[in-house]
């Protein structure tokens, strides 16, 4: 079953625009979203909770239409964008017993649990809470209603990296059922590397990729070699950079096969990143 | 079980080691017959990968005889005799030799001159 099918989305702003974005995700996995500080991560996640206004675009939550359907579905969905900052003066027991309300569902049993593990104290007050600590509050909202459908805006950011490996491993023992699904976005891509299903890769408003992490991954090489084997290949790169010993670049695994004996990796989410990036750079001086 | 290692930074696809340090314990016969796996979810829990990642690796020991699936119950090792242990840990070689000797021919590498090396690096290997 698809917990999330979204359909052509677009959102022009000033500057800015999502392009036709289309992706989905089967329940039971976790989905990475990634892409480059203001690539449209947020944008499009506020699109997909109706945030924001869509230009075009239809979002289906558990096979549903989001628009109509809003209320309803988002009993089932936890949510976090950011950090909780709230209310900076009241305690978290307040700030717990105003979100409760708004939920049917609400698990106290769970929501006690969350405080345990992530050791907050219920009597404190959020400006008294270090960042990690602001992030673990609101996971905790978030987290305390029995949603089917998580999605979280940078979860990771900000947290240690014993924090976050904490967080990535309450992540899988979340979907372990199979009947609960996470989206989620961030720029630490080696959070992903040990836990994604699924990647969505969005660069300047358009996706790139949207596939498993191992086909993703599966799907380019980096290559490397000497300036010579650049001139025949750049044509068939996505980007190169050239360096004092040669190139490095990334290709397609499918067009590197005429290649032989170039020396080829498989590259890191990161790497795909960065060459993407470097491939519009170059269009852009390109184009003046 | 022996324990697996899971390495992030290697050439080989994650599967791919799941696959292989499984089916080694296998036909190493460190395994016993009907021992059951971890579920898949549960292993990519413990493992911190893919859940895909895992069902194609348990997909493959499956396909190669290796385990076998009961609905509702999870994955069990396969039972097999000596004889048919012995056949698959062959087949397992040949297509890894077939492989590396691919590698070898596009460096231009004459058959004598591989045997030779292999003989050299196999009292190294030994002595490891």
Known sequence: MKVLNVQGICKRYDKFYLDDVSFSLDEGYIMGFIGSNGAGKTTTLKGILNVIHKDAGTVEIFGKNI???EIALKQDIAFMMGSSDYYPGRKLKTISSIVQRFYSNWNQEAYEGYLKRFKLDPEKKV????????IKFALTLALSHNARFIILDEP???LDPVARDNLLELFQE??????KSILFSTHITSDLEKCADYITYINNGRI???????DLLDKYRLVNGSEDDLNGMKEDMVSSKKNSFGFTGLIETVKLKPYKGINAEVPTLDDIMIYYAKKEEDNAQFNI | MRGISISNK?????????F???SSQILKGELESDFNLPAIRTAAKELRISIITVKKAWEKLERDGLIYSVAGKGCFISDLSNNELGNKRTNIIRKQMLK???FYKNLGISEDEIIKLVKELYSKVLSC
């Not at chain 1, 400006?127 to 602001?134: A, D, N, P, W």
């Open chain 2, 20 to 22: 292989e340090q499984i």
């Open chain 1, 156 to 158: 990771t950011s900000g």
């Open chain 1, 174 to 179: 979340l979907v372990e059922k199979g009947d």
């Open chain 1, 208 to 214: 790139i990729e949207s596939t498993t992490k191992d």
């Open chain 2, 10 to 18: 290697s050439n080989k696809p994650i599967y791919q080691q799941l």
């Open chain 1, 127 to 134: 400006k008294e809470l270090s960042q990690g600590m602001r």
């Open chain 2, 100 to 102: 590396d000797l691919l």
């Open chain 1, 67 to 69: 628009d109509g359907n």
